[in-house]
């Protein structure tokens, strides 16, 4: 990458080639970091997507006294021992969760018309929050969950790399989440 500087000013002002510069550019060093760190091909993708992600939603941040590819893999060290954390902290969970006798819940089979409402409204003001994103999240967030498509294929219908997809997929869930988060106070 010729100028790395320019390229960062450029994605701090929202540019998406920028954004697709700095990925294709550090893809392959952040990947191999997390793969030799995880040893696990799927944890190291998704911690490196989850990473860009990130960086890219508070690039803002990036202070340029600093190399790009450190704050990455400092933000991704950060990523992968939160994983950590968490699963130690499930299999704690597991392990209370297994003394509690399950026999004192009871599910029922099927949903009362009022459930059926509920979710029903839930569903509608999800949509809403869904039209109310930039239109390449939209569509992603649609092909996803509700068509159902894979990430090549969602890539092939947008004429995107896969990994572009992965991230924006992530960016969308973020700012959707957001949306649930803001509305819910």
Known sequence: MKNVKLVIEKAQQQDQKAFNELFNYHWGYLYSFQLKKTGNKDLAEEISIITFARAFDRISTFNDQFEFKTWLLTISKNIYNDLLRKKSNKISLKTISSNIDLEEFTIEDHPSPEEILITNEKLESL???????????????????????????????????????????????????QKIEADAK
């Open 127 to 177: 949509l809403h929050k869904i039209k109310s994103l930039k239109q390449d999240y939209r569509k992603i967030l649609l092909f996803r969950f509700f068509d159902g498509l894979s990430y090549k294929q969602i890539s092939e219908r947008m004429d995107q790399p896969i990994n572009t997809i992965k991230v924006k997929l992530l960016r969308a869930k973020n700012l959707l989440n």
